[in-house]
T-cell receptor, first 112, second 114 residues
């Protein structure tokens, strides 16, 4: 158990509504990541953080924003959800570049 | 810059036969390499990792991988497949040089027939 949780685990929402997903860690690791997983695409990086208030974009960041006001929490926000954002979202943490990532259980988001 | 290619999107084996999942990588720096497994509707779990120590790396559940710098490969093997090995497998490269972003392969789905 890597001490990483995600909430909610499942969510169904409607197009145009805002959605916030939460990732919480108890490991005090510096790096945190948000990925989305879709069939045929593997895991694609949305945003990542390398410290409190330090975040950067990944390869599929359009339509998403993030915030990290505390070491333990990394929030992913969909300002106005679209059907193309229906996916499974995974949070990951790692202490550093040469270290493995630890993944949360995932959040299944459906946008109708 | 770094990249990783998993050469097969699907691999099908019979229970008790060897498993080979192929991964090639490229990296401008000395890389760390990882294999993760994802069972249906689960998160990703680390199988094994290479971080410039021994080139033959042993992981959990009987899996191992060999780092071959000359071939830029990090193939995953297991001598005898078990039904419980059926899952998605991801090869990942992570390197120094300012990038703290691991790069994932697209995954290989391992199918195990009875």
């Amino acid at each position: 158990d890597a001490g990483i949780t995600q909430s909610p685990r499942h969510k169904v929402t409607e197009t145009g509504t805002p959605v916030t997903l939460r990732c919480h860690q108890t490991e005090n690791h510096r790096y945190m990541y948000w990925y989305r997983q879709d069939p045929g695409h593997g895991l694609r990086l949305i945003h990542y953080s390398y410290g409190v208030k330090d975040t950067d974009k990944g390869e599929v960041s359009d339509g998403y924003s993030v915030s990290r006001s505390k070491t333990e929490d990394f929030l992913l926000t969909l300002e106005s959800a679209t059907s193309s954002q229906t996916s499974v979202y995974f949070c990951a943490i790692t202490p550093g570049t040469y270290n493995e990532q630890f993944f949360g259980p995932g959040t299944r988001l459906t946008v109708l | 810059a770094q990249s990783v290619t998993q050469l097969d999107s699907h691999v099908s084996v019979s229970e008790g036969t060897p498993v080979l999942l192929r991964c090639n990588y490229s990296s401008s720096y000395s890389p760390s390499l990882f294999w993760y497994v994802q069972h249906p509707n689960k998160g990703l779990q680390l199988l094994l990792k290479y971080t410039s120590a021994a080139t033959l790396v042993k992981g959990i559940n009987g899996f191992e991988a060999e780092f071959k710098k000359s071939e830029t490969s990090f193939h995953l093997t297991k001598p005898s497949a078990h039904m419980s090995d059926a899952a998605e497998y991801f090869c990942v490269v992570s390197a120094s040089g300012g990038s703290y972003i691991p790069t994932f392969g697209r995954g290989t789905s391992l199918i195990v027939h009875p």
